[in-house]
C-alpha cells in the first residue's frame, strides 16, 4: 500500500487549498480512508473519513469548513478545506484501513476517527494558514 499525498501550502485565514492522496498497490476502492493532522508535541487527529460506501464522518472542529471524498476511478482520495483557520496549521497525513472501524462518539456509532485504527500512512503535506 502506497499512499502520496500533494496539495498543501500556505494559505491566508478564510482561504481554502485542497489536499490530494493517490494510492496504489491495493484494492483502492474497499478500504476505508481518512486524513489526519499533527502538531509538534500533539497527538495525530482525525480530521475526516470516508468508508467504501462513501459514508463520512468528521471531527467537530472542521465541520461545516472541511469535506473528504474520493475517486475510485481514479484511487484518489480529497479533503477540500474552506475557510481555514490558523488553528487548522498542521502535517496533514492520509490513512487507510482494509477494514472498517467504528467508535462511540457522543453515544452513538461513527466511523473511527482515531489514528490506531488505520494502518497505512502517506508522508504527510504541510498546511499553514496564517492570520
Known amino acids: 500500500v502506497q499512499l502520496v499525498e500533494s496539495g498543501g501550502g500556505s494559505v491566508q485565514a478564510g482561504g481554502s487549498l485542497r489536499l490530494s492522496c493517490a494510492a496504489s498497490g491495493y484494492t483502492y476502492s474497499r478500504y476505508c480512508m481518512g486524513w489526519f493532522r499533527q502538531t509538534p508535541g500533539k497527538e495525530r487527529e482525525g480530521v475526516a473519513v470516508i468508508d467504501s460506501d462513501g459514508i463520512t464522518n468528521y471531527a467537530d472542529s472542521v465541520k461545516g469548513r472541511f469535506t473528504i471524498s474520493k475517486d475510485n476511478a481514479n484511487n484518489t482520495l480529497y479533503l477540500q478545506m474552506n475557510r481555514l483557520k490558523p488553528e487548522d496549521t498542521a502535517m496533514y497525513y492520509c490513512?487507510?484501513?482494509?477494514?472498517?472501524?467504528?467508535?462511540?462518539?457522543?453515544?452513538?456509532?461513527?466511523?473511527?476517527?482515531?489514528?490506531?485504527?488505520?494502518?497505512?500512512w502517506g508522508q504527510g503535506t504541510q498546511v499553514t494558514v496564517s492570520s
Open positions: 490513512a487507510a484501513a482494509s477494514n472498517k472501524a467504528f467508535r462511540k462518539y457522543g453515544g452513538t456509532w461513527f466511523l473511527s476517527l482515531e489514528a490506531d485504527d488505520f494502518g497505512y
